[in-house]
């Protein structure tokens, strides 16, 4: 699956303000840079599966809710789907079809994750910190994810659609 580079640009100029970003972080050039990092802006949307939450992983072990995700929409549960590469049961009951097609369904549930999880949640306040919950879960040093979206914001993505 795959959108193309204008189509995922357009969604982070449209939705990116909606990001509750720390002071001196731009959200549109942000989403497009995680975009960058996790797709090549939109090449490579998945599905990619994700053994640990999937039969037998340490994630879906210790999670009723993959549980039954898995058991409604077999391994396409433990999959992560999208421009900005979320795992299946952070999305808001979009099915894996949907999210195969709808780059808006795609973005509106990052916007929700990123608000939620790595804003509310974790505290990210740096880039790099963003990209360390983001790609791990919990701010702890990352630096080879963290050096690709420092790259991939100074390079303004959005600044160099036109």
């Known amino acids: 699956m ?6 995922v640009l357009d969604v982070c100029a449209q939705y990116g303000p ?6 001196g972080i731009d959200g549109p050039r942000l989403m497009a840079a995680i975009a960058s990092v996790e797709s090549s802006l ?3 949307c998945g599905p990619r599966h994700e053994p640990t939450y999937d039969v037998g992983g340490s994630v879906y072990a210790s999670s009723k809710l993959q549980q ?3 058991a409604k929409y077999g391994s396409a ?3 992560s789907y999208g421009p900005w590469q979320m795992m299946f049961c952070n999305f808001n009951g979009e099915t894996p079809t949907q999210l195969e097609s709808d780059i808006d369904a795609c973005a509106r549930a990052f916007v929700d994750q990123f608000n939620r999880f790595v804003i509310r949640s974790r505290k990210a306040s740096t880039l790099d910190e963003i990209g ?8 702890t040093p990352d630096t080879p994810y963290t050096v690709k979206l420092e790259a991939a914001y100074d390079a303004n993505l959005l600044a160099a659609k036109s």
């Open 18 to 23: 909606l990001l509750k970003v720390p002071s």
């Open 77 to 79: 549960a433990a999959s």
């Open 2 to 7: 795959k959108f193309t580079k204008q189509e």
């Open 42 to 44: 939109g090449f490579d």
């Open 68 to 70: 039954s995700l898995v």
């Open 132 to 139: 360390e919950v983001w790609n791990e879960g919990h701010i």
